[in-house]
C-alpha cells in the first residue's frame, strides 16, 4: 500500500501510518494538497493527515481539503507528541545558535527555547524534514527539533529529550481513501454541513443529533470561502451509518441544512 | 491614547486600530503574547488583535489568550485585506527572485505565487514588517507582500496590485480594554465557557441561548491544555448585558457549565 503524507520519514504522520497500516509505502509530499492530489490522481492509494492537535488546535486546511475533495475517512489514529532536540553526532549543545522545525513544533517547545533565547528559530516545513536536512549538510552550530524516529531515521544525535512544554500532547490523524469503505467496528461518523443564515439554526442542526440521543464528540467551525462571517460546520457523532436513527437523524439535517455531507464512517481510537 | 498591536506601522492591526480609535499612538510588538502583556503591564492603555478571517479562520492564539489573560472586549471592527507586491523603487518584477511576507499573507496569495514559481518564498513574522526590511535592505531582487498602506508607510513602489486570491478577504478585529467598560450602542455580548464531559452538553449549552431567542453568531471550540479531547466553546450573539433575558440566560449556562467568562459587550459592525 502507497501511502501519501505530508512530511518525511520519521516525521510523526510517518508514525500514525504505521499504526492504522501494516507495512505502509510512504509517498512523503510536502504539504497538504499534494497529499490530496496524489490521493486523488492514484500515486497513492491511502493518505494519513492529522487533523487536530490538542495544544494546536484544528488543522484548519485538512478540514477545508475533507470538506472539498472526494475522500472517504475509513480510520483514525492519536500519536503522543514529543519533541527532541537533535543535531549531528559531535556537535555538543554549546555549539548551538540555531534551532530548525516546523512552527508547530516551535511553538510547542515555547519555554524550552525561552531558556535559550540567543539561540535563532527558524521555521522548517517539517519536523523530520529538519532533522534530515541537519544530517545532510551537518552544519555544527544548528539543531533540529523532531520525534525520536527521526533521530534514528536521519542517525541525529539527541541533545535534549522531551523538550515540549506540555505531556498531554496528542495529535488525531485520519486514514483517507479514494472510495468509501466499510470498516470492522465502525462507530463514528464524520459530517460537515452548512446552516442556512438565520437565528437558531446551529441549534436545530444539534437537536437532530441529541433528539435521537446521538452524542456528538467534536464540532468545527470553517470560514466559508466567498461568504464572509458564514461557516461551514463539521460534527463528529458516534453512531453506525447502517442505523435507522442515523439515517433519520441526517435525512431529518437535510431538511435544515444547505448541503450534507457524509465525510466517513470508522472506529474511535 | 497608547495602543499595543502586534506588527508593525502600515499593518493591518495598524488598519483597524484607526478605525477603532482616534488618533491612536501605536506600541508595535513583534507577536500576540507580548500585545497581551503590555496591555496587562500598563505599557499600553488598549490593545486591537485580530480573531478571525475569512479565508483562513480563528486565530486560534488570540482566542486563547483572551480567555486566560483578564481583558475586556469593547469593540469590533472588519478591515478588508488586500495584499500588493512591493519593493524598492528601481527595482522592477523581472528582477524578483525572492518574496517575503507573513505565511497567512503568503497563503492568500497562492494564485500570484503558483505563477511564479522559481520564486524562494520566505515567511515573515509581519507583512507591514517585511516592506520595512525590504526598504530598509534595499535587496534588488527581493519583494515584500503588504498593504497599501505599508507601501506608503516606507516609501515601497508597488509591482503588483491586488494579489490576493480573493476579494471577500476580511479579518475581523477586536479592542481591547484591561477592564470593563460600558460602550455606547453595544449589542453583542462574547462568552466563553466549558461543558462537562456529558453526551448533549454542548446542545443543552446553546439551548440556553435559543430558549431565550438570543442569536448566536459565531461558535468557536479551542482545545483545553492538559485535557485531551475537551473543548472550550466560545459563543459571539446579540444582546445585552443589562438585559434580564440575557442575565437568565448566563445563569441557566452556569448551571449546565463548568466555567462561563463574559469576554466583553461591544457593537456589532
Known amino acids: ?21 501494516a507495512r505502509p509505502r510512504l509517498v512523503c509530499l510536502p504539504n497538504f494538497e499534494e497529499v490530496f492530489r496524489a490521493l486523488a490522481g492514484r500515486q497513492a492509494d491511502a493518505a494519513v493527515v492529522p487533523i487536530e492537535n490538542t495544544l494546536a488546535g ?17 480510520g483514525e489514529t492519536r500519536v503522543r507528541i514529543a519533541h527532541q532536540l537533535m543535531a549531528a553526532p559531535g556537535v555538543a549543545l554549546a555549539q548551538i545558535r540555531r534551532v530548525l522545525s516546523h512552527p508547530v513544533a516551535l511553538e510547542q517547545c515555547r519555554k524550552f527555547l525561552a531558556r535559550h533565547r540567543t ?21 555544527d552550530d544548528t539543531a533540529a527539533i523532531a520525534s ?50 438565520r437565528p437558531g439554526a446551529l441549534f436545530r442542526a444539534l437537536a437532530v443529533f441529541a433528539l435521537r440521543d446521538l452524542s456528538l464528540t467534536r464540532i468545527e ?3 466559508i470561502t466567498g461568504r464572509p462571517w458564514e461557516y461551514h460546520f463539521y460534527l463528529d457523532f458516534l453512531g453506525h451509518l447502517n442505523e435507522k436513527r442515523v439515517q433519520n ?17 470508522y472506529r474511535q481510537t
Chains 1, 2 share one sequence.
Not at 169 to 183: M, S
Open 1 to 21: 500500500m502507497r501511502i501519501a503524507i505530508q512530511g518525511e520519514r520519521g516525521s510523526f504522520s510517518d508514525e500514525a501510518a504505521r499504526r492504522l497500516l
Open 58 to 74: 484544528s488543522v484548519g486546511a485538512n478540514y477545508d481539503l475533507l470538506r472539498r475533495e472526494s475522500v472517504w475517512i475509513a
Open 119 to 139: 539561540w535563532e528559530v527558524v521555521p522548517f516545513y517539517d519536523t523530520a524534514g529538519s532533522a534530515k536536512h541537519v544530517m545532510a549538510n551537518r552544519p
Open 148 to 197: 525520536l524516529a527521526a533521530a534514528r531515521e536521519y542517525g541525529a544525535r539527541i541533545l535534549s529529550r522531551g523538550i515540549e512544554d506540555d505531556k498531554k500532547n496528542f495529535t488525531r490523524f485520519v486514514l483517507l481513501y479514494r472510495e468509501r469503505r466499510a470498516v470492522p467496528g465502525a462507530n463514528k461518523i464524520s459530517i460537515v454541513f452548512t446552516t442556512r443564515d
Open 221 to 223: 467551525s470553517r470560514p
Open 249 to 265: 437523524a441526517l435525512a431529518h439535517l437535510g431538511e435544515l441544512a444547505e448541503e450534507v455531507k457524509v465525510l466517513g464512517w
